[in-house]
């Protein structure tokens, strides 16, 4: 069987104030036309369809064509809501459009059946895990030990009562440990949110979302396939792309990709003012590409913004990178935000706010707030 994996849609984005709408819209058709190609036997999409909890009409209006596009071609659709969607709100009249073979996954309620599929090789089961917290899982299996992200998945994994005789494929919506994250992405302090590769290993294919930049995880079968475009200078270099999963007989998975064009790209430029204004230096380039411009010049220039758009329209960005500005990149002793705990990082801003250190009452308060708003 052959699917298409996609994640990270993020419908409605806006980036640096200028809305995606119709870069996404010009993906979508992109992707329409790889699927024509392909002819998959399915599509899965591994959450955050939606850059917003509440999101936009316009937004609204662009998936409901996506899947309209897809019902008319007879595919398959498999979807989970990710930490960007709600998960209500995205299952919402998920039984009206089953009939189109359209399947949106529910909240978690502490079960996932799995969907199945037959082909001459046997019987294939699809798993379909929306993005979840300890707290979540928690509540359904309060005598299981569910002390973090890894618990929760690995508890409502077991049980899914994954028969690994047959094959299997889970589309799930997390951080798994090891992967490489982008500006675009929420951090979660003291990776709170890390999920061990090895609770997925009773699936033959895993197709991932939460990641921006396309990447495997341990085994090739472990994939984030990214967004279908770039939505932070951090993934400048990337190639997007469109991944293609191919499934024989159990233990055989292919892996490819194809390239996904944009409508605009997002890139970087760097030089003086003068360089980059000159002719010969912009000609022939996509002038209405978004723009990160890092000027070296040392003097600020006068309403550089302003000038550089006449030439570069969609100008999102302005720097310098000057002898001034890499004087002040340097700050000693830091550390990566990520290895400490969020109760750490909150009592060095106390301390360093009031000039003493959190007593055991108010460290016992934070610890209870941050577990009750994370969902830990």
């Not at 609204?60 to 064509?65: A, V």
């Not at 309209?68 to 709600?86: C, E, Q, T």
Request: hydrophobic content about 35%.
């Amino acid at each position: 069987m052959k699917f298409i994996h996609l994640s990270d849609l993020h419908l409605g984005k806006r980036v640096n104030e200028y809305s995606m709408i119709e870069d996404q819209r010009f993906i979508l058709t992109k992707i329409i036309n790889v699927i024509d190609e392909e002819e998959p036997d399915g599509i899965l999409i591994a959450g955050d369809v939606y850059d917003r909890t509440i999101p936009s009409e316009e937004a609204m209006q662009l998936w409901d064509d996506f899947l309209n596009r897809l019902a008319k071609r007879g595919i398959p659709v498999f979807a989970i809501s990710g930490n960007h969607d709600s998960a209500i709100r995205f299952s919402d009249h998920s039984r009206l459009i089953e009939n189109a073979g359209i399947r949106l996954s529910p909240v978690y309620s502490g079960k996932v059946e799995p969907i199945t599929l037959e082909d001459g090789d046997g019987r294939l089961n699809i798993y379909m895990l929306p993005f979840i917290k300890p707290a979540n899982v928690r509540q359904y299996f309060p005598d299981e030990k569910i002390e973090d992200y890894t618990d929760a998945c690995r508890v409502a994994i077991e049980h899914m009562q994954v028969n690994m005789n047959e094959r299997n494929i889970i589309i799930a919506h997390q951080f798994v440990t090891g992967a490489t994250r982008c500006e675009s992405e929420e951090i979660v302090v003291g990776g709170l949110d890390n999920v061990s590769g090895e609770v997925f290993d009773c699936f033959d294919y895993v197709a991932l979302g939460h990641i921006h930049g396309k990447q495997r995880i341990g085994r090739p079968e472990v994939r984030y396939c990214g967004t279908p475009l770039k939505y932070s200078f951090s993934e400048k270099d990337h190639k997007k792309s469109v991944t293609i999963v191919e499934i024989g007989k159990k233990g055989s998975v292919k892996i490819r990709e194809t390239e996904l064009i944009p409508l605009h790209d997002l890139r970087e430029i760097r030089g003086n003012y003068e360089q980059l204004t000159l002719k010969k230096n912009y000609e022939g380039t996509n002038t209405e590409d978004y723009i990160h411009a890092v000027l070296t010049d040392e003097e600020d220039i006068v309403d550089a913004i302003g000038k550089l758009r006449v030439i570069y329209k969609n100008l999102m960005k302005l720097s310098y990178d000057n002898k001034r500005t890499s004087a002040n990149r340097v700050i000693d002793n830091a550390e990566d935000v990520e290895k400490k705990t969020p109760i750490e990082l909150f009592e060095e801003f106390y301390e360093k706010q009031n000039n003493q250190a959190m007593s055991d009452e108010q460290k016992a308060f934070s610890v209870e707030l941050i577990e009750k708003i994370w969902g830990v």
